[in-house]
């Protein structure tokens, strides 16, 4: 059953400083339409430009994640965007009155809040996951970052951070799912070492800074004077650190905020993709840099696939996997029997879909009748091999299967896209499209062979239990 595309019923509104600019600033969420994504918008400027979150229109990472089109710039768009990504919200348009976002309490946890007010509603569109078929690795040997995907049924993140800092020392944090992210991640703060803090006060930056929205970590024992300073900056009179520390002795969320924020920023980062992934990314000693080029990385992969699709050019499946079932099983769920099985070995099957394999070979039946000079695979036979592949999926529901039968319903959408000869190995591949009710079965499926599609088809049967010799009148029996 495909994932539907969510946006939010009505528009909500927050205010707040920049971080580093420190003007006040205006973001409205607002609904959007299926296919959308995330666009932010420039109400303050004269032609209210738009701005792809696009990996690819990234122009700075110093000290946030900066985004640019149409002559227009967002800056620190990351807690924006992973509180998004964390709610499972697909399609918005982010509404600001300034440059940068509002800092809020230097995480997401705000954002969240306020996205749960405008009510998160499931539209009519399929989700488009990015699902990955093989390992993808990122590094900079310079500031010592390694990222790595690899394939997985969700969206996980595991991040390791270690800065060399006694304070912070080597942290993890994981999210194993994105149903963890308002609890375990959206809280957690952004994080700055106090020799970072003076650098950027020096240059003039985080204006919006706070203690209430950043932890400072303090790695040396600071002077009394330098403790005045902090306190005339931050107009905080009771500032103060006991030794090494956080600086005012802010109380963590979490023993390892620090990490948790950084997966947090990754979440956001990787929003730059531009579509909802199956995916799981390690990362150690991340930062926006490495993220965006890791996206950018995620973007290409996204484009070949697309182009190979375009040509009809697929992974080819691994055949050599040890099959669920061979066709010994397959003869106890299914009562078809040669000449008029066409399914030979079962890979795979879950909760919403299957995979089937049926090898074509010269000494079928029907190859003496059909273009025997030039055998093709018969297209209507295809269509059953699908359907027998969906038709063990049904029974596979049942804890009786052999008492019952599947009969087709209906067949639409079917496309033939090469032809299949003697010496093919065709991969059915099936998934629901909508939950099995009263018996009724519909898929989608899509046949293989090595890299080449070659026909998809959208089917709906009818899963009934037989007694005796009773047959349904309704419909036609696979």
């Not at 109400?43 to 229109?57: C, F, H, Q, S």
């Not at 010496?423 to 898929?443: A, E, N, Q, W, Y």
């Not at 070659?454 to 009148?473: C, I, R």
Request: glycine share 6%.
């Amino acid at each position: 059953m495909a994932d539907k595309q969510r946006t939010i019923q009505h528009p909500v509104t927050v205010s707040g400083v920049g971080l580093h600019t420190g003007a006040m600033v205006t973001l409205t969420f607002q609904p959007a339409p299926p296919n959308h994504w995330y666009k932010f918008q420039r109400v303050d400027l004269p032609e209210k430009p738009t701005i792809d979150a696009d990996a690819d229109l990234v122009t700075d990472t110093s000290r946030g994640t900066t985004i640019e089109q149409n002559g227009a710039k967002v800056h620190t768009t990351e807690h924006v965007l992973a509180a998004l990504v964390g709610l499972g919200i697909d399609n918005c348009l982010i509404q600001v009155t300034g440059a940068e976002m509002p800092i809020l309490d230097g995480s997401s946890i705000r954002y969240i809040e306020l996205l749960e007010q405008a009510v998160i509603v499931e539209q009519d569109a399929d989700r488009d996951y990015f699902e990955l078929s093989q390992n993808l690795t990122y590094e900079d040997p310079v500031k010592k970052v390694e990222m790595l995907a690899v394939p997985q049924d969700d969206f996980r993140v595991t991040v390791m951070v270690d800065y060399g800092s006694e304070v912070l020392g080597t942290q993890h944090a994981s999210m194993y799912h994105l149903g963890e992210f308002k609890k375990e991640i959206a809280p957690c703060r952004t994080f700055v070492f106090l020799r970072e803090l003076e650098a950027l006060l020096q240059h003039n930056l985080i204006k919006g800074g706070d203690l209430d929205n950043a932890i400072v970590l303090v790695d040396s024992e600071l002077p009394k004077e330098k403790l005045d300073y902090l306190r005339k900056v931050f107009n905080k009179p009771d500032v103060e650190v006991k030794g090494r520390g956080v600086l005012n002795n802010t109380k963590l969320h979490f023993y390892n905020e620090p990490a948790r924020h950084k997966l947090l920023d990754i979440v956001g980062d990787l929003a730059l993709v531009g579509k909802p992934m199956k995916i799981h990314i390690l990362a150690a000693r991340p930062g926006h840099a490495g993220n965006v080029s890791f996206a950018k990385k995620i973007k290409e992969m996204i484009r070949e696939d697309a182009m190979r699709k375009k040509k009809n050019i697929y992974e080819p499946y691994n055949l050599n996997k040890t099959p669920l079932y061979d066709v010994n099983q397959i003869q106890k769920i299914l009562p078809h029997r040669q000449p008029f099985l066409f399914v030979d070995k079962i890979m795979e099957i879950n909760e919403d879909g299957i995979v089937g394999i049926k090898n074509v070979s010269m000494n079928e039946d029907f190859f003496r009748g059909h273009f025997p000079d030039a055998p093709v695979f018969p297209g209507v036979l295809q269509i059953e091999a699908m359907a027998q592949v969906g038709g063990i999926f049904a029974l596979s529901k049942v804890p009786d299967p052999e008492n019952y039968l599947t009969y087709f319903m209906s067949i639409d959408k079917v496309k033939f896209k090469n032809q299949v000869i003697p010496g093919d190995t065709i991969v059915f591949k099936l998934s629901l499209l909508t939950p099995i009710r009263r018996g009724i079965v519909h898929m989608r499926g899509e046949a293989f062979v090595r890299e080449k599609q070659v026909m998809e088809a959208e089917m709906m049967a009818l899963l009934s239990k037989v007694k005796g010799k009773e047959v349904k009148q309704s419909a036609v029996a696979i």
